[in-house]
Structure formats: structure tokens, C-alpha cells
């Protein structure tokens, strides 16, 4: 059965206001369920469209939930409380947010509804100096926020009509801004700064552009058949960098700017790691913006607006 009728909870964050956006003007009718926590109009621009439908409301209101699953042809749950130091300041909403709200979901669903599921792959290679990974390798996750994402992994893959996204590490533009990523914090430091201060520099993580995220999901619904049931890392093959690595490229576009190391500085966040992004390439899919194309976008973008009033804080 063909695609057209989307639930996507969490619709008007950093990744789901791109994916919304795209979907809409492509025709498929989107329903978003969002409580608007961070950036108020990063759908208003879709409000005029017949085929989007916007209900301002917590995931975790089951009423509505219940309501809205009704009839869609597939499910792609983005509500989250995303990354890890906001779920260790609201260990229990994390829980009631990342995990129990995805089991919920998949309750309520029949079999043949769909789902499309982003998890991150940060739990790759945590304490094992230049691991690969591929789709194989499992997940280690250290953060509450890691530990919740790969618990919600583990039960949508029983639903049989699923994929699962392992996402690298995001940057570029979206209608909600996000400045916690590294790229997006590197760019925004080295605009504000004309420095970039870095520490534990050969941790090596992999990247991928925001517009390409959105246009994974497009190409997993076009070939939802061939791909359900899998699970596929979603990166930049070719950006698979150290976070010096990453300095020097944001240095060869913004030139005026000073690399400090380190040296006595620990990163909390332990990854390390190189991945594989061959198995989603092997069935077509091919990636469209390069790190350098965004870190230019980036640079643009903050120089116009610093995003100072931008908290990550729930
Ligand atoms: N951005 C990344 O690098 C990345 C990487 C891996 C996985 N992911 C996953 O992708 C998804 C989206 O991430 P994002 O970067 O867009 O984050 P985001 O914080 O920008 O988006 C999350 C959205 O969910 C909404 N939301 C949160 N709690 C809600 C609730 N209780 N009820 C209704 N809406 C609620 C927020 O208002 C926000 O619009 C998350 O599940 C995240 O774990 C993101």
C-alpha cells in the first residue's frame, strides 16, 4: 500500500521542521503532534497548506494520540527530549518521552502501519579508540539519553513493519535552530569568537548535512518494501573526521580564526569512532550536501542571527 497519510510527533524540532517541510510540498498529508517546547513558527509556513495539520499538544496526551494514530499509513515518532544533558536534568520525563511513549505507540498501532525511527549513534565505539562500525557493532550506550534511544530501537524493530536511522552527528540550517551540535557550536564559536577552542582533538565522529536526513526519509518511504526491517547508519561517508580534522575544515572557509588545543581538557562525551554507511548506500541512497557546503550555510546563517536567545532547556 502506498504511502500518504504521515503522523510525525515532534514534527516542528531541528530535524522534524526540514522533514515536514519537504514532505508537505511533496503532497503527502502530514499531521504534526508538537507542544511547541522550543521554536514557535518553525512550521507557520505550512499552516496555509491543505495537506498539513498542525495540533499543538504533549505525545503523552493519549487521547489524542489515540486519535491521530487512526488511519495513518506511517508513524515517525521525532518527539524526544534529545541529547544528554537535558535528559540528565529530567531523568523522568526522558523516560516517559524517549521510551514509554515509542511502546505506547507501538501498541496502539496494527501491523500494517508503518514506522520510521531515528536513533543516534553515539553509542558506537564509547571507550574503544578508533572503532568502525557498521549496523552490527552494538550499541554502548553511556547516557540516559543513549540508554532510553536504544531501549525504543529494541522494541520498534518488533514491529516488523519498521526502519530504524542510527543518525550521525546533524549540522546545518533548520526553521528551529539547534547551536548544541558540534558542527553548528564550532561554526557559531568561530563566528562569535574568531576562535575555536578544542579539546581531546583525534576523537574521531561521523556528520551528516540536515537536508540529507530528510532526504533518507524520502527515499525510505519510496523504498519503504526493500529497506523495512533494517536498521542503517546515516552519515557522510566522506566525513567521517577528528574533531581537529573538523577545526581545520571550518578554518579553510572562515580563515581569520585561531585553533587552541587543549590539551588538559577532558570531553565528556566519549565517542570515538569510524562508521560505515555502506549498507544504506548499497540500495541507492546517495547523500546530497558536503561538510564544506554546510559549514558555509552555517557560517551565513551566524553571522546574520548569533541565536543567543536559543536554550536547549525544556
Ligand atoms: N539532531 C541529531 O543530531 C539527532 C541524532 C540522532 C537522533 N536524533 C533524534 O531525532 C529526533 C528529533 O531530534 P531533533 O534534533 O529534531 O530535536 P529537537 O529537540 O529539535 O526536536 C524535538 C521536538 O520534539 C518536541 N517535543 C519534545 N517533547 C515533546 C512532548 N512531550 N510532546 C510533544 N512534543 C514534544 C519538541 O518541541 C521539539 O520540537 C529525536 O528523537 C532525536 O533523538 C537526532
Not at 503523552?60 to 491521530?68: G, Q, V
Not at 578508533?130 to 553511556?142: Q, W
Not at 558542527?183 to 557559531?188: D, I
Amino acid at each position: 500500500m502506498k504511502i500518504k497519510k504521515i503522523l510525525i510527533t515532534g514534527g516542528a524540532g531541528y530535524i522534524g521542521s526540514i522533514l515536514v517541510s519537504d514532505l508537505v510540498q511533496k503532497g503527502y498529508f502530514v499531521t504534526v503532534i508538537d507542544n511547541l517546547k522550543f521554536e514557535k513558527n518553525s512550521l507557520s509556513h505550512l499552516l496555509g497548506f491543505k495537506n498539513f495539520k498542525f495540533i499543538k499538544a504533549d505525545v503523552r496526551n493519549k487521547n489524542i494520540l489515540i486519535n491521530e494514530l487512526k488511519g495513518k499509513d506511517l508513524i515517525i515518532p521525532l518527539a524526544g527530549l534529545v541529547g544528554a544533558p537535558l535528559c540528565k536534568k529530567f531523568p523522568r520525563m526522558a523516560t516517559e518521552i524517549n521510551y514509554n511513549n515509542i511502546k505506547f505507540i507501538l501498541s496502539k498501532i496494527k501491523k500494517s502501519q508503518k514506522v520510521i525511527y531515528p536513533n543516534t549513534n553515539s553509542g558506537y565505539g564509547v571507550g574503544k579508540k578508533n572503532s568502525y562500525c557498521d549496523e552490527k557493532s552494538t550499541l554502548n550506550p553511556i547516557s540516559l539519553y543513549g540508554k532510553t534511544k536504544v531501549q525504543a530501537e529494541k522494541i520498534i524493530l518488533n514491529h516488523k513493519n519498521s526502519i530504524v536511522f542510527r543518525l550521525a552527528t546533524v549540522f546545518g540550517y533548520s526553521y528551529r535552530m539547534r547551536t548544541d551540535l558540534l558542527v553548528n557550536f564550532l561554526v557559531r564559536e568561530a563566528v562569535l569568537k574568531n576562535k575555536l577552542e578544542i579539546f581531546e582533538p583525534h576523537f574521531r565522529r561521523n556528520y551528516i548535512h540536515v537536508k540529507d536526513i530528510s532526504n533518507a526519509f524520502l527515499f525510505s518511504i519510496i523504498n519503504f518494501q526493500k529497506m523495512k526491517g533494517n536498521i542503517y547508519n546515516l552519515g557522510l561517508s566522506n566525513a567521517n573526521l577528528t574533531k581537529i580534522e573538523l577545526a581545520k575544515s571550518i578554518k579553510k572557509i572562515i580563515k581569520n580564526i585561531k585553533i587552541n588545543i587543549k590539551r588538559n581538557k577532558a570531553d565528556p562525551d566519549k565517542r570515538d569512532y569510524f562508521v560505515s554507511n555502506k549498507k544504506i548506500e548499497k540500495i541507492g541512497f546517495r547523500t546530497k550536501v558536503s561538510l564544506n557546503e554546510g559549514i558555509k550555510e552555517l557560517y551565513k546563517v551566524f553571522k546574520i542571527n548569533n541565536f543567543n536567545q536559543n536554550k536547549n532547556n525544556y
